[in-house]
């Protein structure tokens, strides 16, 4: 390969995308599902509606949301590449904060733009603890998007 593929180039084209989309969603899935304790049980509700929003609603909003995701880790993928010995996943979970505030960003943005005025309620509800939720993801996501990165 004479040239080093992007992270945009290697997980948001077909054909990954559709299996890193349904992946990303049961991560999600089961990090919601894992949350104990009050805070585990608002969490729960909240994502249970916004799923009843419409069949199919957390799936379409990972995918489309899936670039800007990737455009935000980019800079993190060029950096490993340029110097990590480690795995690209064991680079993003030693910076999880960061990347969940990156992340973070892109939902935030969203948020305040989406027609979907019942899944922005849920949002603002719950986004004082989702930096912490999606730290705590950070090193599933990234296994997940290490396992599609080519040698």
Sequence with gaps: MSHAATLAEQITTDP????????????????????????GVALRTAYAGIKAIKPG???????ALLDDWVAQLEPYYAAWR????TSFADYLTARSDDVANE???????????TKHKTAAKYYRKMRDSAQ???????????????AHLSA
Aim: contains cysteine.
């Design 82 to 85: 340029n110097g990590g010995a």
């Design 16 to 39: 990954p995308r559709p299996q890193i989309v349904t992946e990303c969603v049961d991560l999600i899935d089961a990090e919601v599902k894992s949350k104990g304790g009050l805070s």
């Design 132 to 146: 912490k939720h999606v730290a705590a993801a950070v090193p599933k996501l990234a296994k997940l998007i290490d």
């Design 103 to 113: 992340l973070l960003k892109v939902t935030d943005e969203r948020a305040a733009q």
């Design 57 to 63: 609603f957390i799936k379409d909003v990972v995918d």
